[in-house]
């Protein structure tokens, strides 16, 4: 069914340009101080220089930028969504995601294999897929079932710690911990969640956002137990299932007739936080299908409905918050193992930050948009060295954005979790 | 001789200073049609909102009798207990479905408890056990039947949310009969439906009636649906029952009248109104 | 040694905790306002107060470039512009950030908040620098309350003022919401938004005009902060945000005495924690009381119950 396209909408000149100076206006009062004005360090103390012209082109560009919004729009008004259509829900982009996730999944499983692959770019990879095994964990917790976690750095710190202890102290090796990592984690989920989850989504985060302060400040400042800012040193690296990754005989190169490269291990490494992730994305797709995942999303829709409809909201967030809990802790253990050290300062509300902003600029609730949004974040400094410094300046940007122009995400969409057609055929049905 | 399905005694409700329900008492026979009346604010969605656990009353007997699970004293128990354990459904007055989510979604949430059970807490769903998968699809099955019931079959994967407001209505009380329930609380369910969308509605609610013996408790202002359906009527009036009884009786109790119409005690009924009312009571 | 002059040293921490209370006072009205009239935390205002002090520092500077040296006059001539360049900071964010959002679902404007807190946090780290920032001493001196001979308890004229200050703004802010039409079309909001457009207040204006306040404290805030410590960075909103919300919480959210008493009693429980147990924990405790008291009294102390509508 055509619409009628909509008659090209006049544009008031004048009133754009009023408009256009007034932000200019706005933009000059936002920077004289803190853009025209720069504090330098001299020997004798702070002093100050101007940067005026910055503050002109600052001004110019505001000015700029508010016209073409206006001429673009063709509405006076910030932040006008895109109209809704009736759709029938996974119809649109459906396929194309499943097409780019596919190949994503295909690239991810060959990269340590392709001749490109250094230990740099293995390395990187290993990065990306830490973040993209937090993101789809605090996927959970935020895109399923809507509670806003902004301490979530809190179990990924206690499975890293967990397991270090354990590693160190009991000679634990990493597949033994690991599940004990995850538990921890869960078991951290359930003390904290249990007090606050019937909180308001506000007030909830702010509580999480203070946990994660609290866990860290204790793990910064409880030497005997954990190191304090020193950290624990000394983590044990992963095995193959018991070869060790050394020269000499019985280690993997040795017992596989390969010569010893320290690649092995890299490789290795790559690859069992791959599976965790894919783990940790299955685990979620599987989940929506079954009632209690439902029931997370029943209730980040409507607490209330499903109050009415015997749900108990409680106990509800309490599994979820806890099961991403679990999935951040299992990351932790595998960063411990990784990093061989850890100290509390990889564990600081940034972090949290971070996580959140892949898990909302991906699209909250899409597993593929949280792929994407880990590598910008891991990626960008890495390729645009001189826009490294700038990451964390776009990426608040970028979610302030998102939420104006498309709250739901860059990529949501949502595939309905049972169709009519799952049910019995027509002859079994009753009358 | 059987118990009353819902039976409230003596129920008052103060917010602060401002009691909105003064010392009701009615009752709702079982496979009866209970409707609520009265002027806005009245206290009518502050009943069902004590009766559903979303406000507890500050006093009050309020006395479940579920054929099949026995008696609960719903002031004492939560929301979620009551629709779960005591059967207990609702509808809202600004609906609230899940908009985000399937229309057959909406459906399969109402099931979540009985889902639950069967696949003790999804783990036997994520083992992929077959007493889940039947479980499932049972469950679809009666999704369905509601679905057909509705005219929603077709619109089965639409987004909730994107339903014309007759359907939502209508999927919303589907919903609540799915969770099945011994009573079903519809707030204002014909509030924004032409006169051929609250006929329709009409005749839901009396085959929901005779087919599933289900209790029906509505809030309602549209006539047409209160006098048509109802078995019983109670009346309210800034908090207080001022009438009860069957629809012929209410429709020409002067009380009633006057608390529609807004007249004081003592003043004068006006002349076209006084006409109709029997001799006696003008 | 901790303990010795005890009495003295109690009355000493007394003095600085209220000192610091009253500046986490001026922070926590910013977030109670804005809380009370649209229902959401304002996650950047911490970044707010960051940027009053760096106004503050920046027009110290500039005044000791030009040679305006004279204390009095520069500090009234810092107070404005810190309250002007900051207020407009306010009023931005809130149109750019908040106002597209009225509509959206409920966590969009706490996400943008969060956003927008990260955004401002590196702004001003990339233009300022990540270094700390020290300012020369402006204001020095004081005078000895009481001296047990272990211990001398001294009242410094900057705390004077910075509790003179916040006095006086307590006073003037609380005239304003009382009587003036401003603070009616205020309170009207707050009680009940849609009702107060109906009946003719310019809501959005309104809305503007408490960030716009709310902020203008918060600079205030910042100045007294970059005179008490001296020195200042970027992440200094960070904390002191997180425990001004904390005050406002503990003070009942939405109540503007709340905020000033929420204020002070952090105020005093860091000083007092920090001076007779660990100091390391300081923030702990901070933070627990935060958690503490929204798990059991939510409304806070002054705070009035919510009542949820179904």
Redo the contacts between chains.
């Keep these: 069914m055509a619409a009628h396209p909509e008659p090209a909408p006049r544009i008031d000149v004048v009133a754009a340009l009023k408009e256009a100076g007034l932000a200019a206006l ?1 933009a000059l ?2 920077a ?4 025209g ?3 330098v ?1 001299r020997i004798d ?4 220089d101007t940067r005026f012209g910055w503050v002109a082109v600052a001004v110019a560009a505001v000015f700029a930028g508010r016209l073409l919004l206006i001429f673009v729009q063709g509405s006076r008004h ?2 006008s969504r895109p109209k ?1 259509r ?5 119809e649109n982009t459906k396929s194309h995601l499943r097409i780019v996730g596919m190949i994503g999944l295909a690239f991810g499983l060959a990269m340590p294999l392709l001749p490109f692959a250094d230990r740099y770019y293995v390395d990187l990879g290993t990065t990306v897929l830490i973040y993209v095994m937090l993101g789809w964990g605090l996927n959970i917790v935020v895109g399923l079932a ?1 509670l ?1 976690d ?1 301490g979530y750095v809190a179990f990924y710190a206690i499975g890293a710690y967990s397991f270090a202890l354990f590693a160190i102290h009991f000679d634990v090796s990493f597949w033994a911990a690991l599940p004990v990592a995850g538990i921890l984690a869960a078991f951290l989920g359930v003390l904290l969640g249990f ?2 989850l019937r ?1 308001r ?3 909830l ?3 999480t ?3 994660g ?2 866990i860290r ?2 793990l ?2 409880w030497y005997d137990f954990t190191g304090g800012p020193n950290g624990l040193s000394g983590i044990p690296r992963p095995s193959f299932f018991g070869l060790e990754f050394s020269r000499g005989e019985g280690g993997f190169a040795a017992t596989f007739g390969l010569d010893y490269s320290p690649m092995h291990r890299l490789i290795f490494l790559y690859y069992v936080i791959l599976v965790l992730a894919l783990i940790t994305n299955l685990f979620t797709l ?2 929506r ?7 997370w ?2 209730l980040r ?2 607490e ?10 409680t106990i509800t967030k309490l599994s979820a918050f806890a099961i991403g809990a679990m999935f951040g802790g299992f990351a932790g253990a595998f960063f411990a193992t990784r990093q061989g050290f850890i100290s509390p300062e990889s564990f600081t ?1 940034l972090e949290s ?1 971070l996580i ?2 892949v898990v ?1 600029l991906g699209g909250m609730g899409s597993q593929t948009g949280v792929v994407i949004a880990a590598l910008f974040l891991v990626l960008l400094p890495e390729f645009a060295r001189e826009l490294a ?2 990451r ?2 776009l ?6 954005l ?3 122009w498309r ?1 739901r995400g860059l990529l949501a969409h ?1 595939e ?5 057609s ?3 055929p027509a002859a079994e ?2 009358a | 001789m059987t118990d009353p399905l819902l039976r409230v005694e003596h129920l008052t409700m103060r917010f602060g200073g401002l009691v909105a329900v003064d010392d009701l008492e009615f009752e709702a026979a079982p496979g009866e049609i209970t409707a609520i009346i009265g002027p806005n604010g009245a206290g009518k969605t502050t009943v069902f909102n004590c009766l ?3 406000y507890p009353p500050t006093v009050g007997r309020l006395t479940l009798s579920n054929p099949r699970k026995g008696r609960f004293l719903l002031e004492q128990m ?4 009551i ?3 005591a059967g207990v ?2 509808t ?1 007055q600004n609906i ?7 229309v ?2 909406n459906l ?3 099931q ?2 009985e ?2 059970r069967a ?1 003790v ?2 783990i036997a ?2 083992l992929g056990l077959p007493s889940f998968t039947r479980a ?3 469950a ?2 009666l ?2 039947y509601w ?1 057909h019931r509705m005219r929603l ?1 077709d619109r ?4 909730a949310g ?1 339903l014309p407001y007759g359907a939502q209505r209508r999927l919303e009380i589907a ?2 009969m799915c ?1 099945k329930p011994a009573l079903l609380c519809l707030d204002e369910p014909a509030a924004g439906l032409n006169p051929r969308e609250s006929a329709e509605l009409n005749e839901i609610l009396l085959d929901i009636r005779r087919d599933h013996g289900v209790g029906i408790l509505l809030i309602e202002h549209d006539m047409s649906v209160v006098m048509g359906i109802s078995d019983h009527i109670v009346v309210l009036d800034y908090g207080r029952k001022i009438a009860d009884g069957a629809p012929e009786a209410i429709r020409n109790d002067p009380a009633v009248i006057r608390a529609y119409l807004g007249t004081d005690e003592e003043e004068e009924l006006p002349e076209e109104v006084a006409q109709d009312l029997p001799r006696g009571m003008q | 040694m901790r303990g010795a002059g005890g009495m003295e040293y109690f009355l000493q921490q007394l003095i600085n905790g209220l000192t610091l209370g009253a500046i986490y006072g001026l922070i926590a009205i910013g977030y109670t306002m804005v809380y009370g009239i649209i229902g ?2 304002n996650f950047a205002h911490g970044e707010i107060f960051m ?1 009053g002090a ?2 503050s ?3 110290f ?2 005044l000791g ?1 030009i040679g305006l040296t004279w204390i009095p006059l520069a500090l009234l001539i810092v107070l404005i ?1 810190a309250m002007l ?1 900051t207020s ?2 306010g ?2 964010i809130e ?3 908040y ?3 009225r509509g ?9 908040a ?11 780290q ?4 990540a ?1 700390v ?4 001493p402006v204001i020095t001196g004081g005078f000895v309350v009481a001296d047990s001979g272990d211990f001398t308890v001294v009242l410094s004229y900057l705390q004077i003022i910075i509790m003179a200050t916040t006095l006086a703004l307590m006073i003037g802010f609380w005239a304003v919401i009382t009587r003036t039409p401003f603070g009616r079309s205020q309170r009207a909001c707050q009680q009940d938004r849609l009702m107060a457009g109906l009946v003719g207040i310019n809501v959005d204006r309104t809305i503007s005009l408490t960030f716009v306040t709310g902020a203008a404290l918060a600079a205030v805030a910042g100045l007294l902060v970059t005179l008490y410590y001296g020195v200042i960075d970027f992440f200094i909103g ?1 904390l002191a945000g ?1 425990k001004a ?1 904390t005050a406002a ?1 503990l003070g009942g959210i939405g109540s503007l005495p709340g905020a000033m008493l929420g204020g002070l009693l952090i105020g005093l429980i860091e000083a007092f924690w920090a001076a007779y147990f ?1 100091s ?2 300081k ?2 405790a901070a ?2 009381i ?2 503490l008291v ?2 059991f009294k ?1 409304t806070g102390l002054l705070g009035r119950p919510e009542v949820e509508k ?1």
């Design positions: 706005v009062g936002l004289i101080p803190l853009v004005f720069q504090t360090e103390g702070l002093g100050i910030w932040g809704r009736f759709v029938r829900l996974g809507g806003l902004l007090p606050v909180l989504g506000d007030y985060a702010i509580v956002l203070g946990f302060e609290i400040i204790i910064l400042n599987r989940i299908r079954l009632p209690v995942g439902r029931a999303e029943a829709e409507d209330i409905a499903c109050r009415a409809l015997g749900i108990n909201p509300f930050a959140l902003a909302v410094q700038f964390m300046l990426f608040g940007g970028a979610m302030v998102i939420m104006i709250p949502r309905p979790t049972v169709r009519l799952d049910g019995p049905q009753s | 559903t656990g979303f939560d929301g979620d207990r629709a779960r354990e459904a609702r809202f609230r479905l899940f908009s985000r989510m399937s057959l979604e399969m949430v109402a979540h408890t889902l639950m696949s807490f999804s769903g994520l499932e699809r049972q679809i099955e999704s369905r679905l079959e089965a994967e639409w987004e994107n919903r609540a969770t | 959401m935390i940027i760096f106004v520092l920046i027009s500077l500039v470039t512009t360049f407009i900071y009023w931005a149109r750019i950030a106002r597209p959002l959206s679902f409920r966590l969009a404007p706490l996400i943008s969060i956003g927008m807190s990260i955004f401002l946090q590196n702004y001003v990339i233009l300022q620098g270094r920032k020290p300012l020369q960070f997180l919300f919480v660990d390391e924990y923030d702990v933070f627990s935060l958690v929204l798990i939510p179904v």
